[in-house]
C-alpha cells in the first residue's frame, strides 16, 4: 500500500475486463467525471485500505476462551 507521498509510476497493464464491470467503470467514470484508469485505481486503493482495515481487526481482536466456566 502506498504511504504518504511516494512517487506514482504509471504501467500500462492491458487486462480485459467482463461486459458488467466495464460498464459499471464507465459509468462512475462519466459520474465522477474521471477517466477509467482514475476509477479503477482508486477502487483499488480503497480496497486495500479496506483490506488492511480488516486484518488489524482480527489481529487485535480478544482472544475467546474455548472452555466457559
Not at 16 to 38: C, H, M
Request: no cysteine.
Amino acid at each position: 500500500m502506498m504511504r504518504g507521498m511516494e512517487k506514482i509510476n504509471r504501467t500500462a497493464a492491458g487486462v480485459q475486463f467482463e461486459s458488467d464491470v466495464l460498464l459499471f467503470i464507465d459509468q462512475l467514470a462519466r459520474e465522477q467525471q474521471r477517466s477509467r484508469s482514475f476509477i479503477i485505481n482508486a477502487v483499488f486503493r480503497w480496497y486495500g485500505k479496506w483490506l488492511e482495515e480488516q486484518r488489524s481487526k482480527v489481529e487485535t481482536a480478544k482472544p475467546e476462551r474455548v472452555i466457559r466456566l
